[in-house]
């Protein structure tokens, strides 16, 4: 991985592999750019915007328009840093959760709280869209209380199905289905965040507003 050209206090852009750039961000940030990026008149060079926490990988249709694409970027953060203009705004996702997971009460216990206070306490803030990661459709959503931080299970699950609400750190995550895991299970949704079939698969993008609402059932 190479860096293209120098970008002294602003986003760093480095080359990633033989189609790809990868642009490092300070936190907060990568949601508005990928935006950015796919809005741009030469989007038809984009393969794949790929926004995570700090970074942004964007991926060219054919190795020939790699150093175009990395032009074309590094073009773009010069422009937004010299006139910044926020035309992003994160969308609100609501999701309906019945918060009756196998291990509620168990982080009821350990937490100091009645099971019904920690499905309050989940619903009671706007959590965020950190990240992607560990399987297709599996979110990392920041903002959980504090005072619900717990760490994983010691003994993870070998397989949680799709919809499960749970919990662990400071994150949620609506399992994709499918998959192992090691988080709290305390609800589910009828919702699906994830569909391989659907357009796009995912319901949920980096920087989405995420609040939880109680219902009973979902």
């Not at 986003?11 to 949601?31: F, H, I, Q, T, Y």
């Not at 990395?70 to 609100?92: E, F, N, V, Y």
């Not at 760490?151 to 993870?156: A, D, G, K, Q, T």
Request: hydrophobic share 40%.
């Amino acid at each position: 991985m190479r860096q293209c050209p120098p970008e002294s206090n602003g986003p760093r852009l480095l080359r990633a592999g033989d189609r790809g750039w990868l642009v490092e961000l300070p936190p907060g940030r990568s949601a508005a750019l990928a935006a950015s990026v796919r809005q741009q008149p030469w989007a038809g060079q984009v393969a794949e915007v790929v926004p995570a926490s700090r970074t942004v990988l964007v991926t060219a249709m054919h190795p020939n328009m790699t150093n175009a694409l990395g032009t074309a970027l590094a073009g773009m953060l010069r422009d937004s840093a010299q006139h910044p203009t926020p035309t992003w705004q994160p969308r609100t996702i609501r999701i309906p959760v019945r918060y009756d997971g196998p291990d509620l009460e168990d982080v009821a216990e350990a937490v100091g709280l009645r099971p019904d206070e920690v499905a309050e306490r989940h619903c009671s803030v706007r959590h965020v869209v950190g990240f992607f990661g560990f399987a297709p459709g599996f979110a990392y959503i920041d903002g959980l209380p504090e005072v619900l931080a717990l760490p994983r299970r010691s003994s993870p699950r070998t397989r949680i199905e799709a919809g499960c609400v749970a919990i662990a750190g400071n994150q949620s995550v609506v399992y994709p289905g499918g998959t192992p895991g090691g988080w709290h299970l305390i609800g589910r949704t009828e919702q699906r965040m994830w569909d391989p079939q659907g357009d796009p698969p995912n319901r949920l993008e980096v920087g989405d507003h995420v609040v939880f609402q109680a219902v009973s059932p979902c």
